[in-house]
């Protein structure tokens, strides 16, 4: 993993404000002095609610990656026993998932969180499961030695909780807060953990998490907050242009998708992206935004953006192939050079039809969508604009010959120079 560039471990403050990565904060001027005297044990918490942590988590992710970067303890909690729970939330109650089910997420979330940070060294990044100290406790002792610490009053206030009041909240969501609260002490007792982040949704959750600590015996503990990511034009980060969620998991989201998800930013969006996402320097984000706003057809930012978080989510060379798709599919390169894998995502992400058989360019293209008509792809061929793996065609209605698929079964159909689309022969 490279070294951040911070110029030390008390200007990392300094440098989350300027990303735009503080809303929250219990002192920060204690907090400035706390890091100045590192370093400092920290926590971040996933609960395990899904098979995968979506581009939202990221923030919490490359946010406790950059601590660690100005030397800094990572405690990276995958939440075995509040994922059996969930965080309350207003749409209404969530459905219980199996302690297997929950178990298995456990694994699948610590898998794709560790390659992100350092596991040896003075500052090396630890990672633990809150259902090793929650599981034991019984009953009486977690309403004695934990529950009685929390005052109802400071419970209803919760913003989410009071949303939920009129609808119905079950005692087992509003016990949330005391479970994640109990986690920070835990953690401070075990590994000495002084300081929490999290998003700003959990900002009343985490500073129960301070005041139960003190209310314990403990001083000197921290606590920050992100601000939420939201698009420029108001919509929901986090979600593709088809309104899909973007994973973390590859099985779930691509690294073709997510490379295109990051590519496809708005220009409104992505020097704000950029502080949030990248490990770049000011002066290197600065010079992307100026770039971007003198000529944003080169999409800089997107591509410098979108290289950077497929390398570090999935690989150089997963990366690579993305690039080489990408250009691929616009004739910029050879497709014979694509993984099948990648491949498939890319037509996917563009839109694949599955056929039976090989039909003529005309079906072809009518029923992959580039085409209304059959008499509208026929037009197409006849002005030289339709493509077969970057061939042109010049008869509509000949049969697409065996020998051009892709891997035995793939073939990319692009009309123009920008429209594309995919066909699969089913086997």
Same mark, same amino acid.
């Given at each position: ?28 001027? /204690? ?86 940070? /350092?596991? /040896? ?61 109990? #986690? ?29 600590? *003190? ?78 706003? /003198? ?22 060379? $997963? ?47 009518? $029923? ?28 509509? #209605? ?27 022969? *089913?086997?």
């Amino acid at each position: 993993m490279r070294c951040a560039t911070i110029d030390g471990v008390t200007d990392i403050l300094d440098d989350l404000q300027w990303r735009g990565l503080l809303q929250d904060s219990t002192d920060l001027d /204690e907090l400035r002095k706390h890091l100045a005297e590192g370093p400092v044990t920290f926590y971040v918490g996933f609960d395990p609610t899904a098979p995968s942590l979506q581009v939202g988590n990221l923030v919490q992710v490359l946010t406790a990656r950059r601590l660690q970067q100005a030397g800094n303890i990572p405690v990276l909690l995958v939440g075995g026993a509040t994922g059996l729970i969930g965080d309350p939330k207003a749409e209404g109650e969530r459905s219980l998932n199996s302690e297997e089910t929950v178990a298995g997420w456990v694994d699948k979330i610590r898998r794709q969180v560790e390659p992100f940070f /350092e596991f /040896e060294g003075a500052n090396a990044a630890r990672m633990v499961n809150n259902l090793d100290w929650t599981s034991p406790l019984s009953a009486i002792e977690f309403l004695r030695d934990v529950g009685k610490h929390f005052p109802v009053n400071q419970m209803l206030a919760r913003e989410v909780v009071k949303a939920r009041l009129e609808s119905g909240i079950s005692f087992t969501e509003f016990a949330y807060q005391i479970l994640q609260s109990h #986690d920070f002490y835990q953690l401070h007792e075990r590994y000495g953990v002084t300081l929490q982040h999290g998003g700003s949704d959990q900002w009343g959750n985490i500073i129960a998490g301070v005041d139960f600590n *003190r209310r314990k015996g403990v001083r000197g503990v921290h606590a920050f907050t992100t601000p939420l990511i939201t698009r420029a034009d108001g919509t929901k980060f986090g979600k593709s242009a088809e309104g899909m969620s973007v994973w973390m998991d590859a099985g779930m989201t691509s690294p073709y998708a997510f490379y295109q998800f990051w590519f496809n930013a708005a220009d409104a969006d992505i020097v704000n992206y950029l502080k949030v996402f990248s490990f770049r320097s000011r002066e290197e984000i600065e010079e992307l935004a100026k770039e971007t706003a /003198e000529r944003p057809f080169a999409r800089a930012g997107q591509r410098a953006l979108a290289e950077e978080l497929t390398t570090l989510l999935h690989g150089k060379d $997963e990366c690579e192939q993305v690039i080489t798709a990408s250009q691929a599919l616009f004739g910029r390169g050879a497709l014979t050079d694509l993984a099948p894998s990648t491949l498939r995502s890319a037509l996917a992400e563009a839109g694949l039809v599955e056929v039976d058989e090989l039909p003529s360019v005309a079906v072809l293209f009518k $029923e992959s969508g580039l085409a209304s008509s059959l008499g509208e792809a026929r037009r197409a061929v006849a002005e030289g604009g339709a493509y077969v793996n970057n061939e042109r065609m010049t008869d509509a #209605d000949a049969p697409v010959s065996a020998e051009l698929l892709l891997h035995g079964r793939y073939l990319v159909l692009r009309r123009g120079k920008k429209t594309i689309a995919g066909a699969e022969l *089913r086997k």
